[in-house]
């Protein structure tokens, strides 16, 4: 199955660029508003992977993708269930992210495990920052990549925060996919390097059965080499570099 659902509702802006990584990476990939999904005329089960993009999903109204996420709990919690112990591969960028946390499926199947608040910083952040991969990470999306990666965010509700029992269940099951990173390649939470102060510099997060992966920054909008602020100086580059995370999901969607 190639073909890969990305959700639309009001306030979602990010999905065209979305859909468009998706399309070069090898699926097909469809643009469905929730309500068609609510209604029944489109069937989550019928693709092999939904993408939840970034934007402001409801106007971010109570919370940075809380109106979405009730709206996902309410009317589609058993597909969603369904979908996701089935293996199949979930990606939630930005305010996906946020939906995902809210929604309970991210760290696991539980709503209250973490959250994502305000920037540190107090205003919204947009720009390109410097990520940490963890090679052990059972996430689909990271599979076969190490080292570091340039991506950018643009988010004004990004800082991870959970509880200290939930924290070291994530490093011990290495669901801590991506870490922001300072100067010296190290995770850090100061500012700039780590824009939101997120909690042990978390910046991306899977489950424990790795097929479900939220994140704040945007490889959809750095799939292109052109994408890069440093393009011409990078070389060659065939592709920008968030564009492995979306070959990584088309990938995984086919063995399921």
Known sequence: ??????????????????AEALELAGAKAERVHVNRLAEGSVQLADYGMLLIPGGFAYGDHLGAGR?????????LRED???FVADGRPV?????????????G????????????????SGHYECRWIKLGLNSASPCLFTQGLSGTLDLPV?????????DQATLE???????????????ADQPTMDYPANPNGALNAIAGICNPAGNVFGLMPHPDRAFLPQHHPQWRRRGLDLEGPGMAIFRNGVRAMALV
Do not use: W
């Not at 990606?91 to 809210?102: A, D, S, T």
């Not at 269940?169 to 100067?183: R, S, T």
């Open 91 to 103: 990606l939630g960028i930005c305010n996906g992210f946020q939906v995902l946390v809210k929604t």
């Open 105 to 120: 499926l991210l760290p696991s199947d539980k709503v209250g495990q973490a959250t994502l608040i305000d920037n540190a």
């Open 154 to 162: 643009g988010h004004g509700e990004g800082r991870f925060l959970t």
């Open 169 to 183: 269940k994530l490093q011990a099951n290495n669901q801590i996919v991506v870490q922001y990173l300072d100067q």
């Open 80 to 82: 969603l269930s369904r």
């Open 1 to 18: 199955m190639t073909k890969v659902l990305v959700l639309r509702a009001p306030g979602i802006n990010c999905d065209a660029e979305a």
């Open 67 to 75: 109106m979405l996420a009730v709206d996902l709990i309410y009317r």
